[in-house]
């Protein structure tokens, strides 16, 4: 299943934005709002912990990225992601709309730029949950990004996870945990490094960090 961003124009503007942050690879422009960057590998718990804390506090804003991977069961278009086909992808990448891009496991996945800037012109604090090549993007066009790493409690958690999720064929399981040991390598290129061991308490660490 594929959506054009096109026609869904109210969930997603299809310009690019005017100014602030589409200006602002200079990384010596500071926007007001504030960017956040989560990362960690698939299956560690990034989409648990997040859904937990805009439970709590639904004001949080997270941006949703656009992907070429197939929406899993239960995943709306606009909401989980934007999904679109790889000449879609590809274009959007060509017309500069992305903040940054990355491909993984196979599937492209990116940042649209514009509802980002919107928010951090608003003076907002703007989430993207995004892995490792993306996250490296942001760091070096925003140094003064927050840089959250989302780890583990072991290598052999990890797995289990990300299988007893049951949302991935073998292929894709096996491309994510080779992708994941290059993520686990990188957690100390992040300011803050959260083990998602005990749920509540993975939470609590979050909550400090993106509210205190
Ligand atoms: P990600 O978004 O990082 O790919 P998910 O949020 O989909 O990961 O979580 C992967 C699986 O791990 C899900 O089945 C989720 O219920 C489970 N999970 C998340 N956090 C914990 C935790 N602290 N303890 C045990 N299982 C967890
Ligand atoms: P999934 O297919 O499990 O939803 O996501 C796979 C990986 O892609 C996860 O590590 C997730 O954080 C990452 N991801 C999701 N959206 C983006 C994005 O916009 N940009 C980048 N670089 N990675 C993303």
Known sequence: MT??????????????AQGGLADSADPTVT???RL????????????????RLRARHPDL?????????????GEVHGQHYYFVTRDEFEAMIQTGELLEWAEFAGNYYGTPKHPVAVQIERGNQVILEIELE?????????????????????AAELERRIRDRGQDDAAAIARRLERARAELAAADEFDLKIINDDLEAAIAALEAALLD
């Open 134 to 154: 993306g996250a490296r993007q942001v760091a070096a066009s925003f140094p003064e990004a927050l840089k959250i790493f989302i780890a583990p409690p072991s």
């Open 31 to 33: 926007a007001p709002g």
């Open 61 to 73: 804003y997270l941006s949703t990225s656009a992907t070429t991977r197939q929406p899993r069961a």
């Open 36 to 51: 956040v960057v989560l990362t960690g590998p698939s299956g560690v718990g990034k989409g648990t912990l997040l859904g």
């Open 3 to 16: 959506h054009t961003l096109v026609s869904d124009s109210s969930a997603l503007p299809s310009s690019p």
